[in-house]
């Protein structure tokens, strides 16, 4: 290999699955990514083990096949990996070590994870009326940051027959998962198995690699609700949606291995604050730096709708939840915000709502209002600095706004 940059300087900057391929285009390993250039080009500029550099020194071409989402690039794995057997995917003699994702045949069907070892031999799989079974998934993290995503979309059941015997006998009361949105509530009495199917159905074109004809169905479902007036439901399918063309799922690629995430280079920041005296003329700020850089021509402003009284978080969750509505507007890598835990835990619970996955930071004052606290993990190579100048910036922005109106009225 003369020169290897050929084989990767082209590749795209987005999710998918990248293909090794030795002579006469024999497909030597199968691997997904989140930035399929950044991964591939791993390979050939850091240190490997013997087994990857052995690899390496066989490769003749890299195909890829990009995806919208790493979700969709951890399930196409799966899928071509089962299918094509790569010599280097090859860890074990069989499948007994990996993920598999389960999906029962019980009235309320449960969605689980099993092991290969577990598997019985004889079982059918697949069939009518029999388990359906996803896999095999080689990373257990990655599988399980899948579900945890797509549960936040589409709450699912983990309880067994017995168990929801006992919930409707009220021997037992409805579980937490319940109380916080994952389950369907199965143990509340609060779905029928005919709406409990259809979870089901989109949690399989999931894992099917059919999300754009999922995409469709709720559209669907979506208009149909709006014309019979069922506006609760039409509401539902649309944040459904939302969350899963939106879906931040960096998590799922774990790339420790060869290669780390870069936050501080191309990173999106959006800094948000609070302006009131005594919850009048009530705004709220939204900032964005690019780059490190004020992007002015996209800051926004919001007048306070909901809110009356001096109420600075649901304000915050006043300005996140129209601000998420906006489909158009670009996702942040950060959310940062001016004000500390009770701020921070109201802009996650709105992200958590909308099924979307990305950092909040917060910085208060401190007990004196003399020294900065940061609330929040920030992410690695992100400046304290540059945090700092978005959360100024938007408590300026905020504040003009905010006597901009006082004026008005008086």
Known sequence: MSNPKKLYENLPETPGVYFMRGTKGAILYIGKAGNLKRRVSSYFLRPLEYRLQKMVSEIKKIDVKQTDTSLEALILESQLIKKYKPPYNVREKDDKSFLFVEITKDEFPRVLLVRGKDIKKDEIVNAKGSIERYGPFVEAGSLKEALRLIRKIFPFNTHTKEEIDKFLRKESRPCFNWQIGLCPGVCASAISVNE?????????????GKKRHLIEVLEKEMRDAALLQEFELAEKKKRQLFALQHINDIALIRESELSTINYQLDTRIEGYDISNISGTSAV????????????????KKFKIRTITGANDVGMLKEVLNRRLKHFEWPFPNLFLIDGGKSQVNAVREVISEFGIEIPVVGIAKGPERKKNEFIGVIPRDTDKNILIRVRDEAHRFAISYHRKLRGKIL
Do not use: C, D, Q
């Open 196 to 208: 409990y199917v259809k979870t089901i159905r989109n949690i399989k074109l999931i894992f099917n």
């Open 284 to 299: 709220g700020s939204m900032v964005v730096f690019i780059k490190n850089k004020p992007a002015k021509n996209e800051y």
